[in-house]
């Protein structure tokens, strides 16, 4: 029996060629995987940093709006009570900039991404 050494070589060279290629697809789609995970965070980021910004900008018409209410009451307000009222404002703007509806965010965002190419 006559064992053709060439055809054993050429056979072996396939595998390890088929190998090789299964190899990289398995790493092509890791890395792919991985740059679509990272990708989806700054676009989180990305969204919830205008998120923010709308509600800066609401709590800044909310406390000019609050300047305008006249507190001639009986009793003088405390330094508590400003703070206190001060950080219920924050969380009103912050209510309204994800519930309200205003749009500033979603226009900022759709910007943003388009020149950070996202």
């Keep these: 029996m006559n064992i053709d050494t060439s055809s054993l070589m050429e056979l072996n060279m396939l595998q390890l060629r088929k190998s090789k290629e299964q190899q990289l697809k398995t790493e ?45 009451g009986l009793l003088p307000t405390s330094h508590a009570e400003k703070i206190f009222e001060d950080m219920l404002y924050d969380e009103y703007a912050q209510k309204m900039s994800k519930t309200a509806g205003f749009g500033l965010d979603t226009m900022m965002y759709e910007q943003l991404k388009q020149g950070m190419g996202i």
Excluded: H, P, V, Y
Aim: proline share 0%.
């Design 28 to 72: 092509q789609a890791t890395l792919s995987n991985r740059n679509n995970g990272s990708q989806n965070k700054t676009d989180k980021e990305l969204k919830d940093a205008c998120t923010d910004f709308q509600a800066i900008l609401i709590k800044q018409m909310l406390d000019s709006m609050r300047n305008t209410i006249n507190k001639d």
